[in-house]
């Protein structure tokens, strides 16, 4: 069973970078055909997925939120990060890391239990 834990800060100050960590255990992030994503869901909004990266260690982002994030992985610990520059509050959320890419958000296999992250100064 693969498992997924986000970590990093609750609370981004505006302006600066909102940097999310995940962890990935009973699965490597580099076996074959894996991809894995960033999601958010803002208070009262849905989700929405914001990048991923490959098996093969590329990046595809969301066209709305491309300028300014940033996926990359560290395969010798097994995980895989999100930058979020020039942070505000409308980024405000619940992070998910997940396996799998779009665009059936809701259909990706294995999911984080979610971080809030709060911009606020």
């Known amino acids: 069973q693969v498992q997924l834990q986000e970590s990093g800060p609750g609370l981004v100050k505006p302006s600066q970078t909102l940097s999310l960590t995940c962890t990935v255990s009973g699965g490597s992030i580099t076996t074959n055909g894996g991809y894995w994503s960033w999601i958010r869901q803002p208070p009262g909004k849905g989700l929405e997925w914001i990048g991923y990266i490959t098996y093969g260690g590329r990046s595809y982002y969301s066209p709305s939120l491309k300028s300014r994030t940033s996926i990359s992985r560290d395969t010798s610990k097994n995980q895989f990060t999100l930058q979020l520059s020039v942070a505000t509050p409308e980024d405000t959320a619940v992070y998910f890391c997940?396996?799998?890419?779009?665009?059936?958000?809701?259909?990706?296999?294995?999911w984080g239990q979610g971080a809030q992250v709060t911009v606020s100064s």
């Open positions: 997940a396996s799998g890419a779009p665009p059936d958000v809701t259909g990706f296999a294995f």
